[in-house]
């Protein structure tokens, strides 16, 4: 095997690991506008640890929720015999997710980018809320811009699976959304009766 082909097979590595420190950065960022806003104390400090920790782990969390439910279902799905050639090795799993994440390295370079080059000064929390970055963009519109790719991975996930697997769409759409689906309903019904307990 040539380096070439070593390096294009830690490619999703370099991807998902990007992404993980992109997001710390925009942590790091935020943490210290905190700080800027609100004064330096010890639990100020702690939150902000835990923020870091969460933002560079949620990416690693993703990449490996995505691996395990899409093998899972596509094994789930076409049982037995029917499964071989569908369900993607290892290696075409990792590197199928890898182009699928994408759209989400290039936003969290992107907003990095726009949150590392902000040179305004922020007196308060809403100064910081109406600040404009490249492009006009505000706060909300990097919230909504980070689900739009949040969206396109699971698009482009459907899409790889039709493509290279021949999956009807119905069916690609299936296997890559329903356990995220699952686990946003267990999430909103979880929050639904924290709010009747409180």
Same mark, same amino acid.
């Given at each position: 095997?040539?380096?070439?082909?070593?390096?294009?097979?830690? *490619?999703?590595?370099?991807?998902?690991?990007?992404?993980? %420190?992109?997001?710390?950065?925009?942590?790091?960022?935020?943490?210290?506008?905190?700080?800027?806003?609100?004064?330096?104390?010890?639990?100020?400090?702690?939150?902000? $640890?835990?923020?870091?920790?969460?933002?560079? *782990?949620?990416?690693?969390? /993703?990449?490996? /929720?995505? &691996?395990?439910? @899409?093998?899972? +279902? $596509?094994?789930?799905?076409?049982?037995?015999?029917?499964?071989?050639?569908?369900?993607?090795?290892?290696?075409?799993?990792?590197? +199928? !997710?890898?182009?699928?994440?994408?759209?989400?390295?290039?936003? &969290?370079? %992107?907003?990095? +980018?726009?949150?590392?080059?902000?040179?305004? &000064?922020?007196?308060?929390?809403?100064? $910081?809320?109406?600040?404009? /970055?490249?492009?006009? $963009?505000?706060?909300?519109?990097? #919230?909504?811009?980070?689900?739009?790719?949040?969206?396109?991975?699971?698009?482009?996930?459907?899409?790889?699976?039709? #493509?290279?697997?021949? @999956?009807?769409?119905?069916?690609?759409? !299936?296997?890559?959304?329903?356990?995220?689906?699952?686990?946003?309903?267990?999430?909103? @019904?979880?929050?639904?009766? @924290?709010?009747?307990?409180?």
């Amino acid at each position: 095997m040539s380096l070439f082909q070593k390096l294009e097979r830690l *490619s999703w590595l370099f991807v998902v690991l990007s992404t993980s %420190f992109f997001f710390l950065g925009i942590s790091r960022i935020a943490n210290a506008w905190q700080s800027e806003l609100f004064g330096s104390n010890r639990l100020l400090e702690i939150s902000g $640890l835990a923020n870091d920790a969460t933002a560079f *782990s949620l990416p690693l969390v /993703f990449f490996v /929720f995505l &691996s395990l439910s @899409l093998r899972w +279902m $596509l094994s789930l799905v076409y049982e037995g015999q029917a499964s071989e050639g569908i369900v993607p090795d290892r290696a075409e799993l990792r590197e +199928m !997710l890898a182009l699928a994440f994408l759209p989400m390295l290039l936003f &969290s370079a %992107f907003y990095y +980018m726009n949150l590392l080059f902000c040179d305004a &000064s922020f007196q308060s929390l809403q100064d $910081l809320k109406k600040h404009s /970055f490249f492009f006009g $963009l505000g706060f909300d519109d990097f #919230r909504r811009l980070g689900w739009v790719c949040r969206l396109a991975v699971y698009g482009i996930l459907v899409l790889l699976l039709h #493509r290279r697997k021949g @999956l009807a769409i119905g069916r690609a759409v !299936l296997v890559t959304c329903l356990p995220s689906l699952i686990l946003f309903g267990f999430q909103q @019904l979880f929050s639904l009766l @924290l709010e009747r307990t409180v």
